[in-house]
């Protein structure tokens, strides 16, 4: 035999699982508070756009309402992600976290562009 070789097979990776880290009392409440309220602005304001809004539709109001059904959706994943009893391990959290950042940007997106293309300042 070579030397440093020996006939015993190769120890197999054994990966220890990590330990579950809960959040601290209130975090979910929070989340779940700031997720439902600003889902419940987006579809009011979707409402609102899309139905009581006088003026005609132009691509970029189009898009804008796209891009906030977009954000409405991103919401319901993050809403639906909060109330899982999984999510009250921080690794989860964290990641339920960056779907209601994504909303809030998309939303913001939208709610640019619809201000804009309803004053009639940007026209596709």
Do not use: C
């Not at 989340?31 to 609102?48: C, D, E, K, P």
């Amino acid at each position: 035999m070579a030397e440093g070789t020996t006939s015993e097979s190769p120890k197999e990776l054994r990966v220890e699982p990590r330990s579950r880290m809960p959040l601290p009392p209130g975090y979910r409440q929070g989340i779940i508070t700031a997720i439902t309220v600003l889902l419940g602005f987006s579809l009011l304001f979707v409402r609102y756009w899309n139905f009581e809004l006088a003026g005609a539709w132009s691509a970029s109001s189009v898009t804008a309402d796209i891009l906030m059904a977009l954000a409405i959706v991103f919401q319901v994943i993050a809403l639906w992600r909060s109330l899982q009893v999984k999510d009250d391990d921080e690794v989860e959290y964290r990641i339920t976290l960056r779907w209601f950042l994504a909303s809030a940007i998309v939303l913001m997106i939208g709610l640019t562009l619809s201000g804009l293309s309803f004053s009639h300042v940007i026209k596709f």
